[in-house]
C-alpha cells in the first residue's frame, strides 16, 4: 500500500497578475474604512442626512450651503491706509434723488397806500413826455369855498404824484381867494399844449346821496368810461346810482375849449358823511390819485 502523506495546504498566488488584484482589494477596503471615519467624525452623514431631510420637506438645501450656514464668516483685518478723499456714492438703481432744500415761501407785500386787492401804486405807471392839466374846481369866489379848498389841495397832491411818474403838469389855479373864469381855465391848459386834463369837484347834495361819477362832452365819453373804470377799481367806491352807469354827459366850456381830452371827475358827495370821511383820508387819496394816473395812462396811450 502506498503511503498517504499528509500534506498541509498552503494559500499560494503564483500569478502575478492575481497578487496585484488581491493588494488592490486590500487598499480599496482599507480606504473605505479609513473614508467611512473621517466622513464619521467630520458630520458629514449628519450634513447628508438633513439634505435628504430637506429634500423630502421640499427644501432644496445642498450640503454647500449647509456648510456655508454653519461656518461663521472669517473676519480680518483690513491693512490700514492713508486717508484719502471719498468718493461719492452712487445711488443703487431705484434709490430717490436727494431732495433739493426749498426756498422759505415768500410772504406777501403788505399792500402800501393806494393799493386795492392787494395791488402795489402802479410803480409801472410812466407819463414820461406827456404833459397834464389839472383844473380844480369851485375857488373862493364860489359858495362852495369849503370844497373848494380841498380840490385845489387834491389837485396839488395829484400833481406832484404825477411828476414823480415823469409828467409836466399844469394846475389853472394855484390859491382859493378869487374865481377864475371857464374861458381863463380852458386857455391855460391849451396854452401848455396839454396832452389830457383832469377837472377835480366834489357832489354837494343830499346827505343820504353816496358814490362818484364822470362828467363829460360826447367827444370825451370814451375817456370818462376809461376814469369810471379805473377809479371804481382802484378806490373801491360806488357809482353814484342816480348817474346810471357813471357818466353824465354835460356841456363843459373847459372841456370843449382846452384843445385835448378833457372830463370832469366828481370824486364823490362832500355832505355825505362816509364819502367825505374817504376823501379826507390820506390812503383813500393816493388810491385816487393811483386811479386817476392809470386812466389818462390808457388814455394817452390810444
Avoid at 458629514?44 to 464668516?73: D, H, I, L
Avoid at 383832469?198 to 343830499?206: A, D, Q, S, T, Y
Avoid at 357813471?246 to 362816509?274: I, Q, T, Y
Wanted: net charge neutral; aromatic share 6%.
Amino acid at each position: 500500500m502506498k503511503r498517504i502523506k499528509n500534506r498541509r495546504k498552503h494559500f499560494r498566488i503564483s500569478n502575478p497578475l492575481g497578487f496585484s488584484l488581491f493588494c488592490a482589494m486590500i487598499v480599496l477596503v482599507i480606504g473605505l474604512i479609513v473614508g467611512t471615519v473621517f466622513l464619521a467624525k467630520g458630520g458629514y452623514f449628519a450634513q447628508m442626512f438633513n439634505c435628504v431631510k430637506s429634500e423630502v420637506n421640499g427644501n432644496r438645501a445642498t450640503p454647500t450651503q449647509v456648510t456655508e450656514a454653519t461656518e461663521p464668516p472669517v473676519v480680518t483685518d483690513a491693512p490700514s491706509l492713508a486717508p484719502t478723499e471719498e468718493a461719492p456714492e452712487t445711488p443703487e438703481i431705484g434709490t430717490p434723488e436727494p431732495e433739493t432744500p426749498t426756498p422759505p415761501p415768500i410772504e406777501p407785500e403788505t399792500p402800501q397806500p393806494g393799493t386795492q386787492g392787494g395791488q402795489t401804486s402802479a410803480p409801472s405807471i410812466s407819463l414820461e413826455g406827456f404833459t397834464i392839466g389839472i383844473d380844480p374846481t369851485r375857488d373862493g369866489g364860489s359858495k362852495y369855498k369849503t370844497e373848494g379848498e380841498y380840490n385845489l389841495s387834491l389837485a396839488k397832491e395829484l400833481a406832484e404824484y404825477l411828476e414823480s411818474k415823469g409828467a409836466k403838469v399844469v394846475i389853472t389855479r394855484e390859491d382859493n381867494k378869487k374865481e377864475v373864469g371857464n374861458s381863463k381855465r380852458a386857455k391855460t391848459i391849451k396854452d401848455a399844449k396839454c396832452d389830457a386834463a383832469i377837472r377835480l369837484m366834489c357832489n354837494e347834495v343830499g346827505s343820504s346821496v353816496h358814490g362818484f361819477f364822470v362828467q363829460g362832452t360826447k367827444k370825451n365819453e370814451e375817456f370818462a368810461r376809461i376814469l369810471i373804470k379805473e377809479y371804481a377799481e382802484v378806490t373801491g367806491m360806488d357809482i353814484q346810482s342816480s348817474k346810471g352807469r357813471g357818466f353824465d354827459k354835460v356841456n363843459d366850456e373847459v372841456a370843449s375849449k382846452c384843445g385835448c381830452p378833457c372830463v370832469r371827475l366828481v370824486m364823490g358827495n362832500w355832505k355825505n358823511k362816509d364819502d367825505r370821511a374817504d376823501l379826507e383820508d390820506p390812503a383813500f387819496r393816493e388810491k385816487m390819485m393811483q386811479a386817476i394816473a392809470q386812466a389818462l395812462l390808457a388814455q394817452l396811450r390810444k
